[in-house]
């Protein structure tokens, strides 16, 4: 795509985030949005420019509900442009956008699965898309041309263009994102009551399985509504995993009864292991090693550094950090044959393992 080819309508994290990403790949972006401040802020970013040239592609950054309505309206003011959209329901828009729109052979469906707590150009990234899903679910009026369009931008900020349906997508988002959104804020809700003495002893297992319930309510009902054919049936299955387990710790005498609580624990082992990462699986096969480091500026950076120039790979990492403690914990996890040599080095040069 040839510089200033690309207009990005709403200017969020999604879309200053897109901006950020082609200006690295020097493709200055157009950039529109009702909020003066946000497109203000996102010029000032260097995520594109505000400008009314005519573009050979418009990507719609905004909320869900509005979404099909400004694709119909992009679509009208650019006759000649492929018009996607980055929204996290795809089948309801889609739906409307053929519906309504006139020349529906060059609109689209996308969406990056990239995201963060945090909404607004602020907490925009230049590398949000990066090594990411990018879903492309074109309709039986898409164009060739469409879909081979959104998958150059994909690939152009390094995203993974992924191709199917938008019902495909609506169904694998809500096991792989909605309900896990829906199961975090759930999580914390109950922490609403919690005294503070009892919070006082939080671990990273809270922080980690409630982190995304920090993310921004009004947004997240917007895309909950638009997959909750998709999203009933999860819940009811995991209403009854709940129930089974609420009837089994209400009768632990039982016969029975702690078979049903080891049963859901080992098949959420085997879960979690289907979760792809790195290498294409979970950290299975991996040795954790956990290091203290000091709470100090530097003392993270400088055990990357240390590992890294004694050629070990970090295959994943976590840091635990208790409040008012004066030391983190960092877990580091490498293939087994560097665990050996990883630990003897740390230890040989000062540092502490667990």
């Not at 970013?45 to 979404?67: F, I, R």
């Not at 096969?285 to 956990?290: C, E, K, N």
């Not at 400088?302 to 960092?330: C, M, Q, R, W, Y």
Request: overall charge negative.
């Amino acid at each position: 795509m040839n510089q200033d080819a690309i207009k990005i309508v709403g200017t969020g994290l999604i879309g200053t985030s897109l901006g950020l990403a082609l200006a690295k790949k020097g493709n200055v972006a157009q950039l529109s949005d009702s909020s003066k401040a946000n497109l203000r802020l996102a010029i000032e970013y260097g995520a594109g420019e505000e400008q009314h040239l005519d573009p050979k592609l418009v990507v719609v950054c905004v909320p869900p509900d509005l979404t099909a309505e400004v694709v119909i309206e992009q679509l009208s003011l650019h006759p000649n442009a492929i018009v996607t959209d980055v929204a996290s329901v795809k089948s309801e828009i889609q739906t409307a956008v053929l519906s309504q729109a006139k020349d529906s052979a060059r609109y689209i469906g996308s969406h990056p699965m990239a995201g963060r707590e945090k909404g607004g150009p602020a907490s925009a990234r230049a590398d949000l898309f990066f090594a990411r899903p990018w879903v492309i679910t074109p309709s039986n009026s898409s164009s060739e041309a469409a879909v081979a369009m959104v998958r150059d931008l994909a690939i152009q900020i390094g995203a993974l263009p992924i191709v199917m349906s938008a019902e495909e997508h609506d169904k694998a988002v809500a096991l792989v994102s909605h309900l896990p959104q829906l199961v975090a804020s759930t999580l914390a809700a109950r922490l609403e009551s919690g005294e503070e003495s009892h919070l006082n002893l939080t671990g990273q297992g809270l922080r980690d399985t409630s982190r995304i319930a920090s993310s921004d309510p009004a947004l997240w009902l917007q895309i909950l509504s638009q997959n909750s054919s998709e999203i009933a049936p999860l819940l009811s299955e995991l209403r009854k995993d709940i129930e089974q387990l609420e009837k089994a710790f209400q009768n632990l005498s039982e016969t029975g009864s702690l078979a049903k609580i080891h049963s859901l624990l080992e098949r959420g082992t085997r879960g979690i292991s289907r979760i792809p990462g790195k290498h294409g699986g979970k950290l299975v096969g991996y040795q954790q090693l956990t290091v203290v480091i000091d709470d100090s500026p530097g003392s993270l950076a400088a055990l990357l550094t240390f590992i890294g120039e004694i050629g070990v790979n970090i295959e994943d990492l976590k840091l635990e950090h208790s409040p008012g403690a004066p030391i983190g914990l960092v877990e580091v996890f490498v293939v087994p044959e560097s665990a050996e040599k990883l630990a003897k080095q740390l230890t040989e040069n000062g540092w502490r393992i667990v």
